[in-house]
Each structure stands twice: as C-alpha cells, then as structure tokens.
C-alpha cells in the first residue's frame, strides 16, 4: 500500500512487518524517530515485541545479542556515537555469527559534534564483519530491511542496513508498504541452527587459542565471499514478490556509454542522477549506485567500470593519512584491470555539509584538474593557512 | 582434527574444564573460626559474638541460652563485671565498641521475668557429688558447671545466706538485692544442688572429711581476710578496713561519720566506698591510688582496676582521685588520724634493671583527714586450707585451678583473679577438669583458638551506629538504695546486637560467593561441616585472595598451600 511516510516512520513499518520477536534500541539522532516509532506499534498493539528499554547502545547491542542466540528473531538501530559504543559488541556479534538486522541512520561521528549526516560511523566499524547495505532512497531502505532479515538468516552474518541520517531518516516520501502476506511469503519464519538451548548446551565467545584463530576468521571471510550471491539473489527474489528491485550488489545507470564513471553510495547518488538530468552541459557520465560495500562486490565493481577512462569516487567519511576509504578499496579491486580507468577520489558532504545538484558538473570538470582536492567542497578560505 | 562449529561455539563443560585451581601457587582460603576479641577477653568464657548472633536473628531465648552455657548469673555480671569484653570489642576503633554489658543484663532480666529454664538436666540419682565451698559467684558457678557436667553439687557456705562478695562488698545502687536474689534463687533451686549454710569450712567441716565424702572438692572460699595495713608502724585507734566497712554499711546501712576522708587503694571497693561515704556526707573524699588513671598515656597495665563506668560516676560525683600516690605518713593527734602526708610516685629501675614505682621526694603534701580507709586487699582466711596456700593465696598456675588431686581452687582465692567474670569462668573451669578426673581423664584441652583482631575485618561492609547508652540517675539524685544505671530495653539491646561484627565467624553475607571470578565458592543448602554455608571448589580457586580480602569478618584467610 502506497502511503506517505517519513522514513524512520516506514523503517519502523518495515521492522514490525518482519514480527521481530526482542527489539532493544537506545535514542540517538537521527535514528531516534525509528525506535519512537517502533514502541508506538508496541503501545497500540500493532507489533507484537520484547521491546526492552535499555540504558546505552552497549546494551542494545548485548540485549540483541543475546536474544538472537536465544533464536529470537531481533532489531536494533542506532547511530554514530552509538555505533562507537556499541563497538565492542558489534565485533562480537559478527564474530560469534549471530543472524541480526541494524538500522544505521549514518551521521558524523564527533569530535567536532555533529548531528547531520555522513558515513563516519558505520565505515568505523566497516571491519567488524557485519554485512553493509546501503539504502539511496527510503523506498530502499524499507525494501532492504525486509531482505535484511531474511539474508541474515540465510547467511548466519549480522547486517547493517545503511540510510543517510536526516536527508533519509526526516524526509516524507511516498513509500509502497508491502502487505503482511507478501512479507511472511518472502520471509520465513526465524530459525537459528545453534541458538541456545538449556537440553543442549554450547558456549558462546569463549577463548580460541591461537591454533583456531586465523581458521575463524578465514570461515567468517569466506562466508562473507558467499554472502554477495546471497544479497543478489534476495534482492531478484524481491523483485519476484513486489516488482521492486534495489540493485542487488550495484547498479549502473545514466549513460552506459559514457567515459566517465561517478560511484556513490546512499542518497548521494539521487543527487548526482538529478545533476546530470539538469546540467546537461556538464557531460553524460555513467552513474554506478553501490549497495553492498561489505561484502564488497570488486568483480561487479570491475564488470561495472569496464571501458571508462574516468572514475569519479564519492565518500562520505574519510581516512585521515589515507584519503578516501571507498576510493582506495574501488583503486585496489581495479589494480590489476589492464586499461582501468583513472581514479579521481573525493570525500563530500561531510558532517552534514549539503550536496547541491551543481555538484555533479563541478565533479565533471574537476576529471581534467590534477590539483582537484581530496575533500572536494572544503572552502580553505575558513582554514588559517597554516592548517589548509 | 577438531571441527569449528560456526562462530567458534564451543563444547558445554569447556570453562569447566580449565582447572583454574592448577593457577594457584603459593596461598589458598580457608574458614577459620578465630575468637572474637570479645570471647578471648571474658574471663567468664562467654562467646558473646555468638549469643549476638542468635540476638541478630531475633531470637533473645536462643541467646539467653548460649550465654548461660558459660555464665549462669547474667543479670549479676551485666551490672557488675568490668566488660574486659568491651575493651576488646573490635567497633571501639569505628564507632564505640558493643554495649556489650547492657545487652547481658537485658537478657539475663529478661530470663528472670520469663521464667527462661537454664539448660541443664537433673542428674542421675547415683551421679557422683563434688562439694564446693562458698556459695559466692565462683562457687555458685561451680555448681552449676557440675550439673552441667552430669554430677551432683553440695554447695557449704559459713554465712546464711548465698551470694558471698555479690551480697557483702558490691552496694546496692550497682546490684539491687531483689536482681540478685532471683537470679541465685533460680539457680540454688535447680535439681541437683544442695545448700548447706551456716557451715564453715576448718569449723564444721574439714577438707579431708569431704575427700572422703565426695568425689572432687572445688574451693571457692573468696578472701575474707583484710591485709595489714599500716604507715611507717603508724595505725589510727578507731581504724576502719575497707571490705568490713562496707560489709557493715551493707548490713546496718550506716557509716562511722567523717568530714574529710582519705580512702587508700585501688580497686571496686575502694571505688564504691568513696562514693558510699561522699553520699553520707563526707565533705571531702580523696582516693589515693598508686595506678594510674585510664587516659591515652597510661600503660594499660597500669590502671586502676575499677569498673570503667564506676570510675567515671566516681568522678562525676566529686571523688578526688590522687593517681601515682601513697601516703607517706600519718599525722596523728593522740592515737586519732588528723591528716595524710601524700606523695607522688615516679619510675626508677631498680637494682634488677626493672622499673618500678618510688616516692618522688619533694612532692610531699598533707590533706586534713579524719578518716583514712584503707582498702587494699584481702587475703583467704586460712581456717582449714593452710596447707594449700602458697602465702596469702592459692597461686594454682593452671587455669583449671587444681591444687591436689580432686581438689580445685577458684575465684579471688586464687591470688590471680579479682573479678566476678573470673570467679563465674574458674567454677566453669574447675567443674570441667573435676569432671573429667572423676571420670579417670586428664586436665581438658584449652581452646587455642587464633583471636580476630581489628585489622583481620573489613569494615567497610559495616554501617555507622552509635553505641546505645543506658539511662542514669544524675549525680545529685543518688542515694543508697536506687541503682544508678538503668535498663536499655528490649528494642535497644535487639538494635545493639545488630552493631555486633561478628568477628571471625560467617555472616552469611554471600560476599566470597558472589566475588569469586571463578566461581569457586559454593554456597550449600544444609550447612557445612565447619559451620558455615560455602565450601571453596579448589579446582578452580587460583588463589586470588578476593575472597579473603572482602569477607567482613575474617572468617575466610589465605594461608599457605601446603597447610
């Protein structure tokens, strides 16, 4: 059904469709209309739910955590500091191969505090080993959270469903609701292999000695390899039941046979698709939205970029002393591709600094200039010379 | 080869299986039940720590009953004793030590008013009898530590009445006749004792008479005998010897009248005779002690051995008391007393090198006096047990006070004792070894026990309290027959015993259990064999000593591995 909803509104819709049976949640900006609006479904009796109230994000992530071991189908959402709280656990959960679904509602992480959007947060705990996806609309982000269930538990890996906070999370968008039936179709019910059992007992996080370490991880690894055909073939199954598809892996659109090539990840991608719709002058430029960025899909990157002289990569976070965190990942997969294209890198709207339409032209034009920034819209006009 | 499940989930029992006691290297705990200061301190053999525990529980009877397997005149001693126990308690150093002697008398009230029965059994018909001369607080003891012991007891007594120093030398206004009545009532009436009054020891009945006749023979004969007191040869005509005074006072309720009077000793009835004479009308009365006064530079040894609480009424009600003091000379008009010459002692080394006190010449100063009391010991009165004095006093040397074979000395009349508390405690004791030399053993083990000390505890698990106070007749209000400290209540001696420390003994407070990171305390439904609720797994203790460091009460302590 098509209703106009907020998107932390239609987040919470999309949760309570998928009938979590514990969802632990603490308020932080932007994400805090999610969980408000998920113990509003508790109190008016349309989600049946442990909802535990919990003191901190650390909480949250341990209360998850154990309910999904306990075969508990579970939600979590947070962002920024919480994810940075929530840390520890995330590792843990993603390491102890706990099938769970979080909402990330990506915001800056401080110091300086900032409220507003970028990927700061979720790219600090990019190693943890969760599955990220993310969503470039809101449409997607409820389309993803819905397969986010069902690939979590297909895959027994943690996922982290990515929407940028505020431009996201505070915008009304008409969003297509799929109906309960089409959801317990596509969404079977939640089965865990070794949840916790009293009659049959098992330990969980305990100490590994060095000779069973590296065979963790390599298993957790390979599991993630495996992981990609998982997100495509759920997002085709998607499409199967709605007529809705997110792009699986990636999507490629604008002009196909253009020789440059802009990546973005999130709502970032509207804007450019915007940009090039209305400033024509700048150039045609194929436009490659990436969804999944762990697992990151370098054979779909390396399919994608095929024939481009130019790749523009977009990050909403940076690496202090490296750069771009996507541009250096996109660069390494593309390393040994003979003819690959040139690399132009930079980090946007950090911290909530808006992206105008304009972006894209200017994004264009910078292709010919090898002194274009790294962080492409600073203005060093605020910086004392010496710290430019 | 080992197979990963997923996410490294491992087997059930694997912590288990991590014998984190093979960690343990050089310390492991263990309960010790050391005595609480309080027990090692009371010459009575109370285990206060433990009838304060059934009090804790809410159980007063249970509490009663304890106390009375040591001490069968509470009521007596909760006014009277000089709480050694007290002095000991370890909350003297957080916030006031136990009322520890309020509580005793509560209860031992208490068990008179409610008829409490003491525990004991009559016995058999042919149960051996031991005979035990004085009916005084050791003797009475004695007597009933007998038939506790399972035998019978013939109680002589010279006077006509039971008590002996509790009725002749301790007024009124500190044990009031009618407490002391009941309680020597209830005891005499228990199965088994016989009262034989009017008998004196050497004049009725001899020693080896009651050899013959009884199985053991304990001595509790007090000391009867004043010790000869004069100055330089000097001795006053109309001269009145402390423990006769008083014993007059308490049975004629008068004394000789004085203005300015000079009493010459350093104990309890020193004490009670100088406030006894300052309420008949005595205008002056000076104590001259050779102690010292209880304060911050006295060696403990060294005080005036007075009931603490006596002391400081004494100086509430006017007493001067002239500490480190002798009197010199006598100034004499005719054969009458009409001044003391005083001096100050100081320390000097003697010619064994050990320090000891000597006039300090140049501190003489005269007091006009028109009575000087001196009060400085009694000895035993011979009469029928010479051959068993060494001096003035028995001189034992084992506390279970045997003398010869069956026979036993307790109380004063050991030479090493001097309080009700000792006297109470030796009864026990003699009837403990008598008992076991009837029955062809030899003298009984001490219990050696470790005491707790202060520092053992961990207080901070202790909430601040103030010491509950007695009610008092003020000074002016005083007179000869009203007892000047009252009664605390029930309310406040149940509040009291919840102050109690409980020092080495479990508290069941579940601090080892819930603390221990290996979880190598476990708690028991039934309790244990020593006593307590826990038993430490050493296969898994690694001997971190949290255990040890957070138990309140030093119940739990590390000691080395191979012990």
């Excluded at chain 1, 009938?19 to 008016?44: C, F, G, M, R, W």
């Excluded at chain 1, 599955?131 to 996922?159: G, M, S, W």
């Excluded at chain 2, 009124?172 to 009545?181: A, C, I, S």
């Excluded at chain 2, 290996?518 to 050493?538: C, P, R, W």
Aim: aromatic share 6%; proline share 7%.
């Amino acid at each position: 059904m098509r209703d106009a909803l907020e998107g932390s509104q239609a987040i919470a819709r999309a949760v309570s469709l998928c009938k979590p049976d514990v969802v632990a949640a603490y308020p932080i900006t932007p994400q805090t209309h999610i969980v408000e609006n998920l113990s509003k479904l508790v109190a008016e009796g349309d989600l049946h739910t442990e909802f535990v109230s919990v003191e901190s994000e650390f909480s949250a992530a341990s209360v998850v955590l154990g309910a999904a071991a306990a075969g508990a189908r579970a939600y979590t959402a947070t962002a920024s500091q919480g994810v940075l709280l929530m840390a520890e656990v995330l590792f843990n959960i993603a390491g102890m191969r706990i099938p769970l679904v979080m909402t990330v509602a990506n915001r800056a992480v401080s110091a300086p505090l900032s409220i507003w959007n970028d990927h700061g947060d979720s790219m600090a705990v990019r190693d943890s080993g969760w599955i990220q996806l993310h969503a470039a609309d809101n449409q997607e982000a409820v389309d993803t959270t819905i397969q986010a269930f069902r690939i979590t538990q297909e895959t027994e890996l943690p996922v982290m469903v990515c929407m940028d906070g505020f431009i996201l999370t505070h915008t009304m968008e008409v969003i297509d609701l799929p109906d309960q039936a089409t959801v317990d179709a596509f969404l079977p019910p939640f089965e865990f292999a070794r949840k916790l059992d009293p009659q049959d007992p098992k330990s969980l996080g305990t100490l590994v000695d060095p000779g069973f370490f590296a065979e963790v991880r390599h298993s957790h690894h390979a599991a993630m390899a495996k992981a990609l055909s998982v997100i495509a073939d759920t997002d085709s199954a998607w499409e199967s039941a709605t007529g809705r598809a997110c792009g699986g892996l990636l999507t490629v659109e604008g002009d196909k046979d253009a020789a440059v090539g802009i990546v973005a990840m999130g709502s970032t991608t509207g804007t450019l698709r915007a940009g090039m719709a209305h400033h024509p002058d700048a150039g045609p430029a194929r436009l490659i939205k990436l969804r999944s960025f762990r697992p990151f899909p370098a054979q779909a990157l390396i399919e994608a970029t095929d024939g481009l002289d130019h790749l523009i990569v977009i990050d909403r976070a940076i690496s202090p002393g490296l750069g771009g965190i996507l541009g250096t990942e996109i660069a390494a997969a593309l390393a040994d591709v003979p003819n690959a294209p040139k690399i132009h890198n930079h980090a946007l709207g950090l911290g909530g600094r808006d992206i105008p339409e304009t972006i894209y032209a200017d994004l264009m034009a910078a292709v010919t200039d090898p002194d274009a920034p790294l962080v492409f819209d600073a203005d060093m006009a605020k910086l004392a010379p010496e710290d430019r | 080869m080992t197979v990963l499940t997923r996410g490294a989930y491992a087997a059930p029992g694997t912590s288990l299986n991590f014998k984190t006691g093979n960690w343990r290297s050089t310390e492991k705990p263990v309960h010790i039940h050391a005595k609480a200061p309080c027990h090692a301190a009371c010459p009575a053999g109370e285990d206060q720590q433990a009838w304060f525990a059934k009090m804790q529980e809410g159980h007063a009877q249970e509490a009663w009953l304890n106390l009375v397997t040591a001490n069968p005149l509470p009521a007596v001693t909760g006014r009277v004793c000089p709480h050694p126990c007290e002095t000991a308690c370890n909350r003297a150093a957080i916030d006031g030590a136990l009322a520890i002697h309020n509580v005793e008398r509560w209860l031992g009230d208490e068990a008179i008013a409610r008829g409490w029965e003491y525990p004991v059994d009559a016995p058999a018909p042919d149960a051996p009898a031991v005979a035990v001369i004085g009916a005084g607080p050791g003797g009475l003891s004695a007597a009933y530590h007998c038939l506790r012991r399972g035998l019978k007891a013939e109680i002589f007594e010279a006077l006509p009445e039971a008590g002996g120093l509790l009725r002749s030398g301790i007024p009124r206004t500190r044990l009031p006749r009618e407490t002391l009545n009941a309680e020597i009532e209830r005891l005499l009436a228990l199965p088994g004792i016989t009262l034989r009054l009017h008998t004196r020891l050497g004049r009725d009945v001899s020693l080896d008479e009651l050899n013959q006749s009884h199985a053991a023979v304990l001595l509790a004969p007090g000391c009867q005998e004043s010790k000869h007191w004069d100055v330089q040869g000097a001795v006053p005509s109309d001269l009145h010897e402390g423990l006769a005074l008083l014993r007059e006072f308490m049975d004629h309720g008068a004394f000789p009248e004085a203005r300015n009077v000079v009493v010459h000793g350093g104990g309890n009835t020193a004490v009670d005779l100088c406030r006894l004479m300052k309420r008949a009308g005595s205008e002056h009365v000076t104590l001259i002690t050779a102690s010292g006064l209880p304060g911050p530079g006295t060696d403990p040894d060294d005080i005036i051995n007075v009931v603490p609480r006596e002391l400081e009424e004494a100086l509430e009600e006017g007493i001067e008391i002239l500490d480190h003091a002798t009197v010199n000379r006598l100034i004499m008009k005719g054969s009458k007393v009409t001044g003391v010459e005083v001096v100050s002692l100081k320390k000097e080394p003697g010619s064994d090198g050990r320090k000891r006190r000597v006039s300090f010449e140049g501190t003489e100063r005269v007091l006009p006096a028109d009575m000087v009391i001196p009060c400085i010991g009694e000895r035993v009165d011979p009469e029928g047990l010479n051959h068993l004095l060494d001096g003035n006093y028995f001189w034992p040397g084992t506390p279970w006070g045997k003398l010869e074979d069956g026979v036993y000395g307790i109380g004063d009349a050991r030479g090493d004792r001097g309080t009700v508390a000792g006297a109470i405690g030796d009864g026990a004791k003699a009837a403990e070894a008598a008992a076991t030399y009837i029955a062809g053993g030899q003298d009984p083990q001490l219990d050696t026990r470790e005491e707790m000390p202060a520092a053992g505890l961990n207080p901070v698990y202790y909430a601040l309290s103030p010491r509950a106070e007695p009610p008092k007749v003020p000074p002016d209000a005083r007179d000869f027959g009203t007892e000047i400290e009252g009664d605390i209540g029930r309310d406040a001696a149940m509040a009291e015993a919840q102050r109690c420390l409980s020092c080495g003994n479990c508290l069941a407070c579940d601090n080892c259990w819930t603390l221990c990171p290996d979880n190598a305390v476990i708690k028991t439904q039934e309790l244990a064999s020593d006593g307590s609720h826990y038993l430490f797994d050493l296969d898994y203790c690694k001997g971190c000593g949290l255990c040890a460091h957070e138990c309140p009460t030093g119940y739990i302590q590390m000691v080395p591995e191979t012990a």
